[in-house]
């Protein structure tokens, strides 16, 4: 039995698809704001802050594993409707979340962790879903290119240590954007404000 803990976006039901073609044994924890889940009678519809709710689910159908997929917007914590687990977790939560969206879902995984529940890749049941490793770009990089890429590795190498952050840009040996709280576009926006040509594929 896996647990699917679902969001927004279409890629929940494409793995959702893949798993009853498969006739993988399931149940949903829908997070979704449009409760988009509902029909299905394996499905549960929880709110973020009810931590016991949601584990208690998981272990009374022996999902010893869980999959997160798709968009689970961030709610104001002043809101949250939140059970005794919730409010025993809460502090981890709101630590986490000044460092972004991953830190929180991070923060999350070593909760379900705590709780003999293991979390398994978005893409395990749809690894078609994924790119190869390779260059899929017209351009490809050049020397200096390929100096900047390993500059950029290394510097979100040595980042991780501190903080969640999933995006750098390096422009000659020179790192001139580190994506913070506010996400990659913002990464990005800055670069561009620095006079950098900015690429997206």
């Known amino acids: 039995m896996i647990g699917l803990i679902f969001g927004d976006t279409?890629?929940?039901?494409?793995?959702?698809?893949?798993?009853?073609?498969?006739?993988i044994k399931y149940l949903i924890i829908d997070l979704s704001k449009?409760?988009?889940?509902?029909?299905?009678?394996?499905s549960h519809s929880v709110s973020i802050g009810q931590f016991g709710k949601i584990i208690n689910i998981l272990i009374e159908n022996n999902c010893k594993k869980v999959l997160f997929a798709g968009k689970v917007?961030?709610?104001?914590?002043?809101k949250l409707?939140?059970?005794?687990?919730?409010?025993?977790?809460?502090?981890?939560?709101?630590?986490?979340?000044?460092?972004?969206?991953?830190?929180?879902?991070k923060e999350i995984i070593k909760i379900l962790a705590q709780n003999k529940i293991k979390t398994v890749k978005s893409l395990t049941f749809n690894p078609e879903l994924s790119l190869?490793?390779?260059?899929?770009?017209?351009?490809?990089?050049?020397?200096?290119?390929?100096?900047?890429?390993?500059?950029?590795?290394?510097?979100?190498?040595?980042?991780r240590q501190y903080n969640f952050s999933q995006g750098v840009v390096v422009r000659?040996?020179?790192?001139?954007?580190?994506?913070g709280k506010d996400g990659t576009k913002k990464c990005l926006k800055?670069?561009?404000?620095?006079n950098l040509e900015i690429m997206e594929f």
């Open 132 to 159: 190869k490793k390779g260059n899929y770009s017209k351009i490809k990089p050049n020397k200096q290119d390929q100096l900047d890429i390993k500059k950029a590795i290394k510097t979100l190498n040595n980042l």
């Open 190 to 194: 800055n670069a561009e404000a620095k």
């Open 10 to 23: 279409d890629f929940p039901n494409i793995i959702l698809k893949k798993i009853k073609k498969k006739k």
């Open 34 to 42: 449009s409760k988009k889940f509902e029909k299905d009678k394996k």
């Open 172 to 179: 000659n040996k020179k790192v001139v954007s580190i994506e």
């Open 81 to 105: 409707k939140l059970d005794f687990k919730g409010i025993y977790y809460i502090p981890r939560i709101i630590k986490a979340s000044k460092l972004g969206d991953a830190a929180i879902l």
């Open 73 to 78: 917007n961030k709610p104001k914590l002043s």
